[in-house]
């Protein structure tokens, strides 16, 4: 236990979002200090962390004044400069490493990876050059032309039906490294959230079922209405693998397609807690913020235990604006109105404006059993404008 980092140490992290946010309020609560570096002065992190550097993080002064400041170091998004977390871990110990964070942020390393742990995916080849384009095999239309770094939230990616089609979205993507994927008959969206600690003790939450609109997680739900025992397991099998393989530490969200045939598939990875994973902030005895304070300061995992079904709705900044007004001003949600249903729990990230498509909160529902949650989610869906139906 001598390398154990006790509530008095201080935590610090890469990233000023959301995510940031939510680490700090969990190392906060168990006795950490904590430090934040990101070049934005008005970041959620940097609001309620003990110290924020301003700065960028390949600034290497700064860097050395996180490094001398925190007894540990961790990310809260994936298009962190691997180099930032290599100069850091020169200095103290930083989880995930940057070899884990560079896997994550080429989506044909990505892929390898998966290949390599033994886990299946989406058929797909790699476009770099004109010649891989003229080799795509006919198998692989219609696909999915993704760019092989820098997409999340649907960005960067097209679908593309034909030669023709795949060739102008090459084009239009700047015919930078690109990923082809098959396209295939999804029945769901699944996500299992695990977290790795230094001595290898795999943990996970239950599998997540996951609804996507216009790219963007809108709804999640556990327990997951449609997956049965067989299946959590599969997928949870398969996420401790993934982890397992590379070596990680931290907190990791592994996603699936579960198919019309009933196979399951890997989708992507991301190297920290998780939009999925937020419900496990009151329906859970640890949330994933926790456990990711846990593996990086070398604490004990506890496998966390799911007390109450709940609901979470994604909060996007469109919330805040009347839909059939683009030019509206911006205007406040009923959150009166929503708190007033039982089991609400309502999360707003201190971002300083909405804008539409950004996401600034999300809101969990939970009840003592599934189709409450359920129930009860619908109505703040429709006091908040969201759709009813999913």
């Known amino acids: ?9 201080t935590l610090g992290v890469l990233g000023g979002g959301q995510l940031g946010r939510m680490f700090l309020h969990a190392a906060q609560s168990l006795g950490y200090r904590t430090v934040v570096l990101d070049p934005d002065a008005d970041s959620p992190a940097g609001a309620v962390a003990h110290e924020h550097i301003r700065a960028d993080y390949l600034d290497e002064a700064a860097l050395a004044a996180l490094a001398a400041a925190c007894d540990a170091i961790t990310t809260e998004f994936e298009n962190v400069p691997a180099r930032a977390l290599e100069l850091l871990a020169a200095q103290r110990p930083v989880a995930p490493a940057a070899s884990c964070v560079a896997i994550c942020q080429d989506r044909a390393a ?14 797909y080849a790699v476009l770099a050059t004109e010649a891989d384009l003229q080799a795509v095999p006919d198998s692989l239309l219609p696909g999915i032309l993704k760019t092989a770094r820098m997409g999340y939230d649907g960005k960067g990616q097209v ?6 089609e795949l060739q102008a979205a090459w084009s239009e993507l700047k015919q930078v490294s690109c990923v082809l994927e098959q396209l295939l008959p999804l029945q769901l969206e699944l996500s299992v959230i695990v977290a790795r600690g230094r001595d290898g003790t795999v943990v996970q939450f239950p599998v997540q079922q996951n609804l996507h609109r216009d790219g963007i997680l809108a709804v999640t739900e556990v327990p997951a209405p449609a997956v049965d025992a067989a299946l959590q397991a599969r997928a949870a099998e398969s996420a401790a693998r993934i982890a397992t393989e590379m070596g990680y530490v931290g907190v990791l969200c592994i996603e699936f397609f579960l198919l019309q045939d009933g196979r399951l598939v890997v989708n992507e990875m991301a190297p920290r807690p998780h939009n999925s994973g937020h419900y496990t902030l009151n329906a859970c005895d640890a949330s994933q913020f926790e456990l ?6 070398g604490l004990p995992l506890i496998t966390p235990r799911l007390h109450s079904p709940t609901v979470m709705l994604n909060l996007l900044g469109d919330l805040w ?6 030019a509206s001003a911006a205007r406040e949600p009923d959150w009166a109105g929503v708190l007033a249903l039982p089991g609400t729990h309502l999360h707003l990230y201190g971002k300083a404006s909405a804008r539409r498509g950004r ?3 999300h809101l969990n529902v939970s009840a003592a059993t599934p189709e409450a949650a359920r129930a009860t989610a619908r109505r ?4 908040l404008g969201l759709p009813e139906t999913w």
């Open 380 to 383: 703040a869906a429709a006091l």
């Open 359 to 361: 996401k600034m909160g």
């Open 292 to 297: 990711q304070v846990r593996a990086l300061a």
């Open 1 to 9: 236990m001598s390398d154990v980092l006790l509530p008095g140490a």
């Open 110 to 123: 990505e892929k390898a990876h998966f290949r390599a742990a033994g886990v299946d995916g989406a058929p």
């Open 321 to 326: 604006f009347d839909p059939q007004d683009a």
């Open 159 to 164: 679908r593309v039906r034909n030669r023709t």
